[in-house]
Protein backbone atom coordinates (compact mmCIF):
# COMPACT_ATOMS: atom_id res chain seq x y z
CA UNK A 1 0.00 0.00 0.00
CA UNK A 2 1.46 3.28 -0.92
CA UNK A 3 -0.24 6.85 -0.49
CA UNK A 4 -2.89 4.88 1.43
CA UNK A 5 -4.68 4.73 4.59
CA UNK A 6 -5.49 1.28 6.59
CA UNK A 7 -9.18 1.12 6.60
CA UNK A 8 -10.22 -2.27 6.97
CA UNK A 9 -8.22 -4.66 9.67
CA UNK A 10 -8.73 -8.86 10.05
CA UNK A 11 -7.71 -9.82 13.82
CA UNK A 12 -7.03 -13.12 14.41
CA UNK A 13 -6.54 -15.11 18.08
CA UNK A 14 -8.21 -17.94 19.57
CA UNK A 15 -8.10 -20.58 22.32
CA UNK A 16 -7.42 -19.57 25.93
CA UNK A 17 -7.19 -15.63 27.34
CA UNK A 18 -3.46 -15.35 26.64
CA UNK A 19 -4.26 -15.23 23.04
CA UNK A 20 -7.81 -13.42 23.09
CA UNK A 21 -7.15 -10.46 25.42
CA UNK A 22 -4.04 -9.06 23.91
CA UNK A 23 -5.63 -9.37 20.51
CA UNK A 24 -8.85 -7.74 22.25
CA UNK A 25 -6.68 -4.69 23.23
CA UNK A 26 -5.31 -4.51 19.90
CA UNK A 27 -8.28 -4.74 18.32
CA UNK A 28 -10.62 -1.86 20.42
CA UNK A 29 -7.05 0.66 19.57
CA UNK A 30 -7.55 0.10 16.18
CA UNK A 31 -11.45 0.84 16.17
CA UNK A 32 -10.58 3.69 17.86
CA UNK A 33 -8.50 5.30 15.40
CA UNK A 34 -11.08 4.81 12.74
CA UNK A 35 -10.08 1.05 11.33
CA UNK A 36 -12.93 -1.66 10.69
CA UNK A 37 -11.99 -4.36 12.27
CA UNK A 38 -13.20 -8.44 11.60
CA UNK A 39 -11.97 -11.04 13.96
CA UNK A 40 -11.37 -14.26 12.65
CA UNK A 41 -11.95 -16.91 15.40
CA UNK A 42 -12.97 -20.75 16.46
CA UNK A 43 -16.47 -21.62 18.12
CA UNK A 44 -14.55 -23.64 20.77
CA UNK A 45 -12.19 -20.94 21.99
CA UNK A 46 -13.17 -18.15 24.48
CA UNK A 47 -13.23 -15.61 21.53
CA UNK A 48 -16.80 -16.54 20.58
CA UNK A 49 -17.79 -15.14 23.94
CA UNK A 50 -15.82 -12.32 24.33
CA UNK A 51 -15.27 -10.76 20.69
CA UNK A 52 -19.21 -10.44 20.34
CA UNK A 53 -19.61 -8.64 23.64
CA UNK A 54 -17.35 -6.04 22.50
CA UNK A 55 -19.07 -5.54 19.44
CA UNK A 56 -16.73 -6.79 17.18
CA UNK A 57 -17.45 -8.51 14.14
CA UNK A 58 -16.37 -12.14 14.31
CA UNK A 59 -15.78 -15.14 11.96
CA UNK A 60 -15.35 -18.75 12.74
CA UNK A 61 -12.94 -21.22 11.24
CA UNK A 62 -13.52 -25.04 11.48
CA UNK A 63 -10.12 -25.62 12.61
CA UNK A 64 -8.84 -27.43 15.84
CA UNK A 65 -4.82 -27.94 17.10
CA UNK A 66 -3.09 -31.16 16.47
CA UNK A 67 -0.12 -30.76 18.44
CA UNK A 68 -0.10 -33.05 21.25
CA UNK A 69 -3.38 -34.29 20.16
CA UNK A 70 -4.07 -37.96 18.94
CA UNK A 71 -3.33 -39.88 15.94
CA UNK A 72 -7.15 -39.28 14.34
CA UNK A 73 -6.81 -35.59 14.44
CA UNK A 74 -3.27 -35.88 13.06
CA UNK A 75 -4.59 -37.73 9.81
CA UNK A 76 -7.61 -35.35 9.08
CA UNK A 77 -5.93 -32.07 9.81
CA UNK A 78 -4.51 -31.67 6.08
CA UNK A 79 -7.71 -31.79 5.05
CA UNK A 80 -9.61 -29.36 7.76
CA UNK A 81 -6.38 -26.88 7.24
CA UNK A 82 -6.77 -26.81 3.60
CA UNK A 83 -10.57 -26.11 4.29
CA UNK A 84 -9.90 -23.54 6.69
CA UNK A 85 -7.60 -21.96 3.79
CA UNK A 86 -10.03 -21.97 1.21
CA UNK A 87 -12.56 -20.07 3.90
CA UNK A 88 -10.27 -17.32 4.89
CA UNK A 89 -9.57 -16.78 1.16
CA UNK A 90 -13.40 -16.23 0.89
CA UNK A 91 -13.39 -13.75 3.59
CA UNK A 92 -10.78 -12.14 1.92
CA UNK A 93 -12.07 -11.66 -1.25
CA UNK A 94 -15.06 -10.18 0.41
CA UNK A 95 -13.81 -8.41 3.37
CA UNK A 96 -10.77 -6.79 1.51
CA UNK A 97 -8.84 -6.20 4.65
CA UNK A 98 -5.51 -4.12 4.26
CA UNK A 99 -3.88 -6.84 6.84
CA UNK A 100 -3.84 -9.32 9.06
CA UNK A 101 -2.70 -9.54 13.06
CA UNK A 102 -2.25 -12.97 14.09
CA UNK A 103 -2.55 -12.96 17.91
CA UNK A 104 -1.72 -16.87 18.19
CA UNK A 105 -3.76 -20.20 18.76
CA UNK A 106 -4.06 -22.61 15.53
CA UNK A 107 -7.12 -20.31 13.80
CA UNK A 108 -3.88 -17.79 12.95
CA UNK A 109 -2.33 -20.64 11.00
CA UNK A 110 -4.51 -20.75 8.34
CA UNK A 111 -5.38 -17.02 8.54
CA UNK A 112 -2.24 -16.07 8.06
CA UNK A 113 -1.52 -18.71 5.29
CA UNK A 114 -5.52 -17.51 3.60
CA UNK A 115 -4.49 -13.87 3.73
CA UNK A 116 -0.68 -14.15 2.27
CA UNK A 117 -2.08 -16.18 -0.34
CA UNK A 118 -4.53 -13.39 -1.34
CA UNK A 119 -1.21 -10.65 -1.35
CA UNK A 120 -2.19 -9.13 1.82
CA UNK A 121 0.48 -7.99 4.11
CA UNK A 122 0.54 -10.52 7.53
CA UNK A 123 1.74 -9.41 10.53
CA UNK A 124 2.19 -11.54 13.96
CA UNK A 125 2.92 -11.53 17.36
CA UNK A 126 4.22 -13.87 19.77
CA UNK A 127 3.13 -13.52 23.28
CA UNK A 128 5.10 -16.09 24.83
CA UNK A 129 9.29 -15.74 25.59
CA UNK A 130 9.35 -19.46 23.25
CA UNK A 131 7.87 -18.91 20.13
CA UNK A 132 4.84 -21.32 19.75
CA UNK A 133 4.44 -23.44 16.39
CA UNK A 134 1.88 -21.71 14.64
CA UNK A 135 4.09 -18.40 14.87
CA UNK A 136 7.63 -19.96 14.13
CA UNK A 137 5.35 -20.75 10.79
CA UNK A 138 3.93 -18.12 9.86
CA UNK A 139 7.06 -15.66 10.54
CA UNK A 140 8.66 -16.93 7.14
CA UNK A 141 5.52 -15.41 5.66
CA UNK A 142 4.94 -12.47 7.96
CA UNK A 143 6.17 -8.55 6.97
CA UNK A 144 6.80 -7.85 10.42
CA UNK A 145 7.13 -10.34 13.72
CA UNK A 146 6.73 -8.54 17.07
CA UNK A 147 7.86 -10.24 20.18
CA UNK A 148 6.45 -9.41 23.86
CA UNK A 149 9.93 -10.83 25.14
CA UNK A 150 13.35 -10.70 23.64
CA UNK A 151 14.74 -13.92 22.24
CA UNK A 152 11.82 -15.30 21.54
CA UNK A 153 12.78 -15.32 17.79
CA UNK A 154 16.00 -14.65 16.05
CA UNK A 155 17.24 -11.35 15.98
CA UNK A 156 16.57 -9.94 12.56
CA UNK A 157 15.25 -6.84 10.52
CA UNK A 158 11.69 -8.17 10.71
CA UNK A 159 11.41 -8.49 14.39
CA UNK A 160 10.55 -5.95 16.98
CA UNK A 161 9.94 -6.05 20.67
CA UNK A 162 6.33 -4.48 21.92
CA UNK A 163 5.50 -6.43 25.21
CA UNK A 164 2.46 -7.83 25.25
CA UNK A 165 -0.96 -5.51 24.77
CA UNK A 166 -3.04 -5.12 28.12
CA UNK A 167 -6.10 -3.52 28.93
CA UNK A 168 -5.60 0.07 29.58
CA UNK A 169 -7.27 -0.09 32.21
CA UNK A 170 -4.26 -1.97 33.96
CA UNK A 171 -1.80 -0.12 32.27
CA UNK A 172 -3.38 3.07 33.64
CA UNK A 173 -3.70 1.94 37.60
CA UNK A 174 -1.57 4.10 40.15
CA UNK A 175 1.69 3.19 41.22
CA UNK A 176 2.29 0.34 43.47
CA UNK A 177 3.61 3.12 46.63
CA UNK A 178 0.42 4.73 46.44
CA UNK A 179 -1.74 1.46 46.58
CA UNK A 180 0.46 -0.76 48.90
CA UNK A 181 1.04 2.75 51.35
CA UNK A 182 -2.44 2.94 52.11
CA UNK A 183 -3.20 -0.42 53.44
CA UNK A 184 -3.75 -1.80 56.49
CA UNK A 185 -5.70 -4.75 57.94
CA UNK A 186 -5.05 -8.42 56.71
CA UNK A 187 -3.36 -9.33 53.61
CA UNK A 188 -5.16 -9.68 50.22
CA UNK A 189 -4.19 -12.62 48.14
CA UNK A 190 -5.48 -12.98 44.78
CA UNK A 191 -5.61 -16.37 43.25
CA UNK A 192 -5.58 -17.14 39.22
CA UNK A 193 -5.81 -20.17 37.63
CA UNK A 194 -6.31 -18.21 33.83
CA UNK A 195 -9.21 -17.95 31.93
CA UNK A 196 -9.62 -21.83 31.85
CA UNK A 197 -8.73 -22.18 35.67
CA UNK A 198 -5.76 -24.52 37.32
CA UNK A 199 -7.59 -27.80 38.93
CA UNK A 200 -4.14 -28.01 41.18
CA UNK A 201 -3.91 -24.56 42.25
CA UNK A 202 -7.94 -25.01 43.29
CA UNK A 203 -6.79 -28.32 45.18
CA UNK A 204 -3.42 -26.78 46.86
CA UNK A 205 -3.92 -22.92 47.69
CA UNK A 206 -6.85 -23.95 50.06
CA UNK A 207 -5.00 -26.42 52.46
CA UNK A 208 -1.99 -24.13 52.29
CA UNK A 209 -3.98 -21.04 53.59
CA UNK A 210 -5.53 -23.42 55.67
CA UNK A 211 -2.05 -23.70 57.96
CA UNK A 212 -1.51 -19.66 57.99
CA UNK A 213 -5.09 -18.55 59.27
CA UNK A 214 -4.14 -18.84 62.67
CA UNK A 215 -1.52 -16.52 62.31
CA UNK A 216 -1.52 -14.38 59.84
CA UNK A 217 -5.07 -12.70 58.69
CA UNK A 218 -5.77 -12.68 55.29
CA UNK A 219 -8.75 -12.29 52.48
CA UNK A 220 -8.59 -14.28 49.27
CA UNK A 221 -10.27 -14.11 46.04
CA UNK A 222 -9.89 -16.97 43.92
CA UNK A 223 -10.49 -17.40 40.09
CA UNK A 224 -11.08 -20.98 39.46
CA UNK A 225 -12.64 -21.47 36.02
CA UNK A 226 -16.55 -21.56 35.84
CA UNK A 227 -15.43 -26.06 35.39
CA UNK A 228 -14.22 -26.18 38.73
CA UNK A 229 -16.48 -23.58 41.10
CA UNK A 230 -18.05 -26.45 42.89
CA UNK A 231 -14.97 -28.50 43.43
CA UNK A 232 -13.03 -25.36 44.77
CA UNK A 233 -15.82 -24.55 47.00
CA UNK A 234 -15.42 -27.50 48.61
CA UNK A 235 -11.40 -27.32 48.62
CA UNK A 236 -11.93 -23.97 50.90
CA UNK A 237 -15.26 -25.34 52.88
CA UNK A 238 -13.10 -28.73 53.55
CA UNK A 239 -10.30 -26.52 54.40
CA UNK A 240 -11.92 -24.07 56.64
CA UNK A 241 -11.01 -21.10 54.58
CA UNK A 242 -13.19 -18.23 53.84
CA UNK A 243 -12.71 -17.13 50.41
CA UNK A 244 -14.26 -15.25 47.70
CA UNK A 245 -14.57 -17.87 44.75
CA UNK A 246 -15.79 -17.07 41.04
CA UNK A 247 -15.68 -18.79 37.84
CA UNK A 248 -14.11 -15.71 35.97
CA UNK A 249 -13.14 -11.92 36.77
CA UNK A 250 -14.29 -9.55 33.84
CA UNK A 251 -12.28 -6.57 35.91
CA UNK A 252 -9.36 -7.52 36.00
CA UNK A 253 -7.73 -4.13 36.83
CA UNK A 254 -10.24 -3.84 39.87
CA UNK A 255 -9.01 -7.00 40.65
CA UNK A 256 -4.51 -6.37 40.94
CA UNK A 257 -5.66 -2.74 42.25
CA UNK A 258 -7.47 -4.61 45.40
CA UNK A 259 -4.42 -7.46 45.85
CA UNK A 260 -1.28 -7.37 48.08
CA UNK A 261 0.06 -10.38 45.70
CA UNK A 262 -1.10 -12.63 43.17
CA UNK A 263 -0.93 -16.51 43.01
CA UNK A 264 -0.96 -17.90 39.86
CA UNK A 265 0.25 -19.78 36.50
CA UNK A 266 2.53 -17.43 34.48
CA UNK A 267 1.33 -17.37 31.60
CA UNK A 268 2.58 -14.74 29.02
CA UNK A 269 -0.66 -12.08 29.60
CA UNK A 270 -0.43 -13.01 33.20
CA UNK A 271 3.49 -11.85 33.48
CA UNK A 272 2.47 -8.69 31.30
CA UNK A 273 -0.75 -7.87 33.41
CA UNK A 274 1.38 -8.03 36.79
CA UNK A 275 4.45 -5.94 36.04
CA UNK A 276 1.29 -3.23 34.16
CA UNK A 277 -0.66 -3.38 37.47
CA UNK A 278 2.79 -3.42 39.63
CA UNK A 279 1.74 -6.16 42.00
CA UNK A 280 3.79 -9.15 43.57
CA UNK A 281 3.58 -12.82 42.67
CA UNK A 282 4.25 -16.24 43.41
CA UNK A 283 3.76 -18.00 39.88
CA UNK A 284 3.39 -21.79 39.29
CA UNK A 285 4.12 -22.55 35.83
CA UNK A 286 1.78 -25.12 34.20
CA UNK A 287 3.91 -27.93 33.86
CA UNK A 288 2.32 -29.12 30.79
CA UNK A 289 2.93 -26.08 28.70
CA UNK A 290 4.42 -26.66 25.21
CA UNK A 291 8.06 -26.30 25.62
CA UNK A 292 7.69 -25.16 29.07
CA UNK A 293 7.24 -21.68 27.80
CA UNK A 294 5.54 -20.78 30.97
CA UNK A 295 8.60 -21.23 33.14
CA UNK A 296 10.54 -19.06 30.39
CA UNK A 297 7.80 -16.52 31.22
CA UNK A 298 7.73 -16.21 34.99
CA UNK A 299 11.34 -16.03 34.57
CA UNK A 300 10.95 -12.48 32.94
CA UNK A 301 9.77 -11.28 36.29
CA UNK A 302 11.64 -13.85 39.41
CA UNK A 303 14.95 -12.85 37.36
CA UNK A 304 14.46 -8.85 38.32
CA UNK A 305 12.84 -10.09 42.34
CA UNK A 306 9.40 -9.00 41.03
CA UNK A 307 8.13 -12.82 41.79
CA UNK A 308 8.99 -16.10 43.20
CA UNK A 309 9.12 -18.67 40.67
CA UNK A 310 8.47 -22.16 42.20
CA UNK A 311 7.68 -25.33 39.87
CA UNK A 312 4.73 -27.33 40.90
CA UNK A 313 6.23 -30.24 40.75
CA UNK A 314 8.68 -29.17 43.77
CA UNK A 315 5.51 -27.88 46.08
CA UNK A 316 3.07 -28.97 48.58
CA UNK A 317 0.83 -27.49 50.78
CA UNK A 318 3.70 -27.52 53.56
CA UNK A 319 5.66 -25.44 51.10
CA UNK A 320 3.17 -23.42 49.71
CA UNK A 321 2.13 -22.18 53.36
CA UNK A 322 5.94 -21.89 54.53
CA UNK A 323 6.66 -19.69 51.11
CA UNK A 324 3.40 -17.30 51.95
CA UNK A 325 4.37 -16.71 55.20
CA UNK A 326 7.43 -15.59 54.75
CA UNK A 327 6.32 -13.18 51.78
CA UNK A 328 3.14 -12.15 53.43
CA UNK A 329 4.25 -10.88 56.75
CA UNK A 330 5.86 -7.85 55.49
CA UNK A 331 3.46 -5.47 53.20
CA UNK A 332 6.61 -3.72 52.59
CA UNK A 333 8.43 -6.31 50.87
CA UNK A 334 5.34 -6.61 48.63
CA UNK A 335 5.71 -3.50 47.66
CA UNK A 336 9.17 -3.68 46.46
CA UNK A 337 8.48 -6.92 44.41
CA UNK A 338 5.38 -4.72 43.05
CA UNK A 339 7.67 -1.42 42.49
CA UNK A 340 9.96 -3.94 40.49
CA UNK A 341 7.30 -5.12 38.69
CA UNK A 342 6.02 -1.94 37.49
CA UNK A 343 9.43 -1.11 36.32
CA UNK A 344 9.50 -4.38 33.91
CA UNK A 345 6.31 -3.06 32.02
CA UNK A 346 5.81 -2.09 28.49
CA UNK A 347 3.09 -0.03 28.92
CA UNK A 348 2.58 1.52 25.88
CA UNK A 349 2.50 -2.11 23.82
CA UNK A 350 -0.65 -2.01 22.45
CA UNK A 351 0.02 1.45 20.57
CA UNK A 352 3.56 0.51 19.67
CA UNK A 353 2.09 -2.69 18.06
CA UNK A 354 -1.27 -1.02 15.93
CA UNK A 355 0.93 1.93 14.73
CA UNK A 356 3.85 -0.40 13.40
CA UNK A 357 1.01 -2.65 11.87
CA UNK A 358 -0.22 0.57 9.96
CA UNK A 359 2.49 1.83 9.17
CA UNK A 360 4.98 -1.38 7.22
CA UNK A 361 1.61 -1.82 5.51
CA UNK A 362 1.45 1.24 4.53
CA UNK A 363 5.00 1.40 3.33
Not at 42 to 66: C, F, M, W
Not at 138 to 164: C, H, I, Y
Not at 200 to 209: E, G, I
Not at 303 to 332: C, F, T, Y
Request: hydrophobic letters at 45%; charged letters at 20%.
Amino acid sequence: MTDAKVKKVLVTAGGTGGHVFPALAAARLFQEQGVEVLWIGTRQGIEADIVPKNSINIEYLDIAGVRGQGLARLIWAPLKIVKAVTQVIKIVRRYQPDLVLGMGGFVTGPTGVGVWLCGRPVFIHEQNAIAGFTNKVLARLARKVFQAFPGAFAAGPNVETTGNPVRKEIAQLASPSQRYDEREGPVRILILGGSQGAVALNQLVPKALAQLQAELPFLVRHQCGAKNIEAAHGCYQQAGVDAEVVPFIDDMASAYAWADVVVCRSGALTVSELAAAGVASILIPYPFAVDDHQTKNGQYLSAAGAAVLVQQSELNEADLAQLLKEKLGSRDELKRMAEKARALAMTHATEKLVQRCMEVACE
